[in-house]
């Protein structure tokens, strides 16, 4: 069983690191919450000589939670409008809408 909750515990810490460094916002909390229940599983099946590496791990956690916090609360999503986009849309719009008038003369 400790071997089972190792595995978890060592899988979803690196699970939690991978999504503590990609812009998934609060999604990352998942495999942080899920890593330290593993690790604290693992902690508690193991002898008291063998407790250094489940601490290890929940210490990563606690760092990866704190730095998704961070992130969520200091770092601000701007959109910015695309003027180039924008003028570039309506260029296009005008050159449809003569051609739209050229046809139809055509037509006449």
């Known amino acids: 069983m400790r071997g ?16 503590s460094l990609m812009p998934m916002d609060t999604i990352a909390f998942l495999p942080i919450g899920l890593a330290v229940a593993f690790s604290l599983l693992f902690l508690r099946k193991s002898k008291e000589t063998q407790k250094k590496i489940p601490n290890i791990l ?22 910015e409008k695309d003027t180039k986009f924008e003028q570039q849309k309506q260029e296009s719009n005008q050159e449809s809408k003569k051609e739209l008038e050229n046809l139809e003369k055509d037509l006449e």
Do not use: E, H, N, P
């Open 58 to 79: 929940i210490f990563i956690c606690l760092l990866c939670s704190a730095f998704v916090i961070g992130k969520t609360l200091f770092v601000q999503d701007k959109v």
């Open 4 to 19: 089972l909750f190792s595995f978890l515990a060592y899988a979803f810490t690196a699970l939690s690191i991978v999504f």
